[in-house]
């Protein structure tokens, strides 16, 4: 579990910000959702035999003996706090989510104990529109993000019935070749077969490559679904690659599934995932409705933006350096009344003392635009120097209200104009 530091939070709020603004400019809303729901509802939803369930999920006793878990994906929440507060039945719902995921895994780069993800689920949709829009939302927000090289790929996983006969074609595969699997696959064998297709292991890809595939078997209406999914795609010129061996770790889907992918991250490519659950609502109890949704984790979009540009920190507008008790106390007042004036404007105070010398370092460092100084002889005169940091301008004093009521309202583009008088 990682401590999110100033540097990359920058990078956090600016994917939080712009996935917020596509969202809502697609009607999603916002839901916030415990972080702790109890162990029941992923034993339910994800199903036992997953690599979540069985060894990832942090599960504890409460003080009153109830298995709780730490939320390890967001999904089945969603689903739980929609049937408990009556959002889906009968009704369209386009929602979203952001926050902490909890998964006892192995950590390596891009793979973390608790982690973060940006989640969008739709109900009452069945579609193959809703799933279209899914991908044109993301196709939008890695544009916003400035991240032109994700892949997309997309399969149908067809209903239960076509899944439990594509099992059997796959057991037999995976039987024939029982020597090439490793551990974790020959335990998936019964368990969980198509799990299998998703092994990271490199010394299984041949094996895998090799295997029946699904799309062979899907039924007519799954293939028509997907059919009118790829014609929305490439009428609104997404660019896909269909991956007949695509397949979700979680149980609970079926009919569409999806990845947007990248090699920049060694193994763990994949930035965002989702598909469709039609089951999932009425497996907790709902009555049934179709839904679909992605996840999409953030952690691994910071990795991909670090390594293209640069975020730097905010700067505030103004800094206000104060010398001298009386300046000191005034100062604090001063940068008040400013922030009354025009909220708009980030003022920075120095704190804790310093030289003029040291405290216009700090100004600089700071990437303000202008240093607002005030001594114990400007206190007294209720006036200002300002300073130009970023222009060879000599200071210049200013009477504080006149300074207060040029810069009310004022943009922070304008402050060059408003402050460098001739
Ligand atoms: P993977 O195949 O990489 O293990 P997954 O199938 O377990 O992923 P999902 O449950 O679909 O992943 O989660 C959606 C997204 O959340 C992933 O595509 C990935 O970007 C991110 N994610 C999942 N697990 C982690 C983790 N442990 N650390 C960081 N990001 C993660
Ligand atoms: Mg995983």
Known sequence: ????????????????????EVLTGYGYEEIRLPLLESTELFKRTIGEVTDIVEKEMYTFADRNGDSLTLRPEGTAGCVRGGIENGLLHNQVRRLWYSGAMFRHE??????????????????GMAGPDIDAELLLLTRRLWRRLGLNDLELQINSLGTAAVRAVYREELVAYFI?????????????????????LDSKNPALQDLIAGAPQLPASLDQESRAHFDELCRLLDAAGVVYRVNPRLVRGLDYYGK??????????????????????????????????????FALG??????????????????????????????????????????????????????????FKSQLKRADKSGAAFALVLGDEEAVQASVGVKALREG??????????????????????????????
């Open 106 to 123: 192995r950590p390596q780069k891009g793979r973390y104990r608790q982690f973060h993800q940006i989640g969008v689920e739709t109900f």
């Open 256 to 293: 569409t599934v999806f990845e947007w992918v990248t090699d920049r991250l060694g193994a763990q490519g994949t930035v965002c995932a989702g598909g469709r659950y039609d089951g999932l609502v009425a497996q907790l109890g709902g009555r049934a409705t179709p839904a679909a949704g």
């Open 298 to 355: 953030i952690e691994r979009v910071v990795a991909l933006l670090e390594e293209q540009a640069t975020l730097p920190a905010a700067a505030p507008d103004l800094f206000l350096a104060v010398v001298g008790t009386e300046a000191e106390r005034i100062g604090l007042l001063y940068a008040e009344q400013l922030r009354d004036a025009n909220p708009a404007l980030g003022v920075l105070v120095n704190c804790g003392g310093g030289s």
């Open 176 to 196: 024939a070749h029982y020597e090439l699997l490793d551990e974790d696959s020959r335990r998936r064998l019964q368990s969980n077969p198509l799990r299998i």
């Open 1 to 20: 579990m990682h401590d999110i530091l100033p540097e990359q939070c920058r990078y956090f709020a600016h994917v939080e910000k712009l996935a917020r």
């Open 393 to 422: 301008a000599p200071q210049q004093t200013w009477a504080w209200q006149d300074l207060l009521r040029t810069l009310a309202g004022c943009a922070a583009a304008d402050l060059p104009r408003l402050l460098m008088r001739t």
